[in-house]
């Protein structure tokens, strides 16, 4: 019997750790290359399979798919692209499988977060309906951590560690200025629908460094009066007040402080702008003078200070998947498992795509503070362990040492087809 080749593609949003994952998935089938033939890499996520511009990454060296575990965003390339169902657009569904018979490939590693976890659902099915056999499975990521399941997702626990040390440094700035300058500090952070990266924010004031800091989830209504007294008190007590908004913060009735009025390519709404509506609110009810930051792609990129437990858990993801395509697993999804917070020990289970597609895991109720502005002590000791540890990329004069692979192309077999 032929040996099958594997697909492998990344999916939405980058991480400083997703190519930790390509990486696991990659090294893994290299060591069964008894059992897996290639892998090939889509050019720009599924993009890439349904245009048939696939990479051959045997043509990279081991010394370059091992330095991808130190190299942040995507080697690939990544796109937002979600496949409708099948009874919806049968033509890409066609396509996939003819490429996927095309190049002989029966597995298919997709790696991102809900909506391609969706993906690699569908198309789980699509082998079923279709009569060609592809396991597929699910590689989580998404900094936004709202996975279910999964303890935590890769990618997560860095931008946790960058927006914790980003706050505390700028809360160290803010408060050395305070008594003639700035008086408020507002940061932005993603999390659309899920506070955990906003939460983050949280860790940089502890027992021995007590910070003003006030969080605005979106699990939580936003309240200007009350966001206005909590604003006061922090700056009446401390001279200061750092303020961590996500992206997600909405009114009532739902809309978001940031709302742009234009959808991405899942059709959700852009978002773009909860820091300036923040601080512009705060300097026409307080009267305060402020400053205000961004994140944006900078939290989502930071390698340098990526947490080690994070880097350690994508590419155990990545491995995972490849060894639960070689027990013959089919739409599942590898997990983080949490055995204990201290000592912080985790193990690797697994999940079935039909309960993790499409579905979103908020900030408990348990984790965000009575008032709504903070994080509780159960919280605390859930996201600690996530940023420890430190995995330096390598340096040289100055500056860190990331991998640009060769990305040589597979030779096309099929007429071509466009993604409109």
Not at 28 to 43: E, H, L
Not at 178 to 195: D, I, P, Q, Y
Not at 203 to 213: F, G, M, V, Y
């Amino acid at each position: 019997m032929t040996k099958k080749n594997a697909f492998y593609a990344q999916s939405g949003g980058v991480t400083a750790v997703i190519n930790a994952s390509a990486c696991g998935v990659i090294e893994t089938a290299r060591k069964n290359k008894d059992k897996i033939g290639k892998v090939y890499a889509g050019r720009n996520g599924i993009i890439g399979a349904l245009e048939e511009d696939l990479i051959d990454t045997s043509k990279e060296t081991v010394r370059s798919i091992a330095g991808l575990r130190h190299t942040p965003s995507g080697a690939f390339g990544s796109c937002r692209y979600k496949l409708k169902s099948l009874e919806a657009n049968k033509a890409e569904y066609e396509r996939l499988i003819e490429i996927f018979k095309a190049h002989n490939i029966g597995y298919f590693f997709y790696n991102g977060g809900g909506d391609s976890a969706d993906t690699c659902y569908k198309i789980s099915q699509l082998s079923k309906k279709m009569g060609y056999p592809v396991q597929a499975i699910h590689v989580p990521k998404t900094v936004d951590n709202d996975l279910p399941i999964t303890d935590n997702c890769p990618g997560f626990g860095s931008v946790a560690k960058y927006i914790a040390i980003s706050t505390r440094e700028a809360s160290f700035d803010v408060g050395s200025m305070c008594a003639t300058s700035t008086k408020v500090f507002v940061l932005e952070v993603m999390g659309r629908h899920a506070g955990w990266i906003a939460a983050a924010g949280a860790l940089a004031s502890d027992e021995k460094t007590d910070l003003p800091i006030v969080i605005l989830f979106p699990e939580v209504v936003f309240d200007r009066k009350k966001f206005m007294a909590a604003v006061s008190a922090k700056v009446k007590k401390y001279g200061y007040c750092s303020i961590v908004v996500s992206e997600g913060v909405h009114y009532k009735d739902g809309k978001f402080l940031a709302e742009t009025g234009l959808k991405d390519a899942f059709g959700h709404s852009q978002l773009g702008g909860a820091a300036p509506v923040v601080a512009g609110m705060i300097q026409e009810d307080l009267g305060l003078k402020y400053h205000w930051a961004v994140a944006d792609y900078l939290q989502r990129a930071s390698r340098h200070i990526a947490s080690k437990s994070d880097v350690d858990q994508a590419y155990a993801m990545g491995k995972a998947a490849v060894e639960l395509a070689l027990k013959g697993k089919n739409s599942v999804m590898p997990t983080v498992v949490r055995k204990s917070d201290k000592p912080y020990r985790w193990t690797i289970g697994e999940a079935p795509l039909s309960k993790v597609a499409n579905v979103e895991k908020m900030m408990p109720k348990s984790f965000i503070s009575r008032d709504g502005f903070g994080i509780t002590p159960k919280c605390r000791r859930y996201l600690e362990p996530l940023i420890k540890g430190e995995d330096y990329p390598p340096y040289k004069n100055g500056m860190p040492q990331y991998v640009k692979l060769k990305l040589v192309s597979v030779k096309k077999k099929l007429p071509e087809f466009k993604v409109k």
